[in-house]
């Protein structure tokens, strides 16, 4: 008897401790950032970090599914003469590699030409604002009260013209119905909104 109660205490300490543990790692998840200037920029932040900083895309989403957070896909490459790209996702805080992709670009042309970087041109930091702007015109404009991100996207035209880049975001009302659509340029000027 003597024996069971120090190890019976010993395993409650240590199950407190993984669960603090496991609360206080996942409050900075990528999984669980905001739809925010400020937790898109953490998602911009964690690209950074797994693919540097100079990494090019040619898709870049961003999902939220309210069973376990945000997923982030996109389509990468750190060398974009090699003309091979990798698709990746973060789920969950893991990232997996869904495929290798070959790309062709026009002869007499840089594979750079037609893709992106996050930066300054694109932010995702300004992504995360507009999803907020977003959010707040349907509270004021549609009177409703809690919606809620199903996609962020940095749309980048196959052609590379970077200047027909957009970001678009989709909202919906917290228990699902509508799909509310907005188009954004570079600069922040809502293009369209349609539901």
Same mark, same amino acid.
């Given at each position: 008897?003597?024996?069971?109660?120090?190890?019976?205490?010993?395993?409650?300490?240590? &199950?407190?401790?993984?669960?603090?543990?496991?609360?206080?790692?996942?409050?900075?998840?990528?999984?669980?950032?905001?739809?925010?200037?400020? =937790?898109?920029?953490?998602?911009?932040?964690?690209?950074?970090?797994?693919?540097?900083?100079?990494?090019?895309?040619?898709?870049?989403?961003?999902?939220?599914?309210?069973?376990?957070?945000? #997923?982030?896909?996109?389509? @990468? *490459?750190?060398?974009?003469?090699?003309?091979?790209?990798?698709?990746?996702?973060? *789920?969950?805080?893991?990232?997996?590699?869904?495929?290798?992709?070959?790309?062709? @670009?026009?002869? =007499?042309?840089?594979?750079?030409?037609?893709?992106?970087?996050?930066?300054?041109?694109?932010?995702?930091?300004?992504?995360?604002?507009?999803?907020?702007?977003? #959010?707040?015109? &349907?509270?004021?404009?549609?009177? &409703?009260?809690?919606? #809620?991100?199903? *996609?962020?996207?940095?749309?980048?035209?196959?052609?590379?013209?970077?200047?027909?880049?957009?970001?678009?975001? /989709?909202?919906?009302?917290?228990?699902?119905?509508?799909?509310?659509?907005?188009?954004?340029?570079?600069?922040?000027?809502?293009?369209?909104? /349609?539901?």
């Amino acid at each position: 008897m003597k024996n069971k109660a120090p190890k019976t205490i010993s395993l409650i300490k240590l &199950l407190a401790l993984l669960l603090l543990m496991q609360l206080t790692s996942c409050g900075n998840s990528t999984q669980n950032q905001p739809a925010t200037a400020e =937790g898109f920029q953490n998602i911009e932040n964690e690209l950074k970090d797994q693919f540097g900083k100079d990494a090019f895309y040619t898709d870049l989403t961003v999902t939220y599914n309210q069973s376990i957070g945000n #997923i982030i896909g996109v389509t @990468v *490459t750190e060398d974009p003469e090699s003309l091979k790209m990798g698709q990746w996702n973060l *789920t969950q805080d893991t990232w997996q590699q869904n495929s290798d992709i070959t790309i062709e @670009v026009p002869s =007499g042309t840089k594979a750079s030409d037609f893709m992106f970087q996050i930066g300054e041109a694109i932010s995702l930091s300004k992504l995360g604002g507009l999803v907020e702007k977003s #959010i707040q015109k &349907l509270k004021d404009e549609k009177n &409703l009260e809690n919606p #809620i991100l199903s *996609t962020a996207r940095v749309y980048f035209p196959d052609n590379g013209d970077a200047s027909k880049a957009e970001y678009f975001v /989709n909202l919906q009302p917290e228990n699902g119905g509508t799909t509310f659509r907005f188009r954004y340029g570079l600069n922040g000027d809502l293009i369209k909104m /349609n539901y």
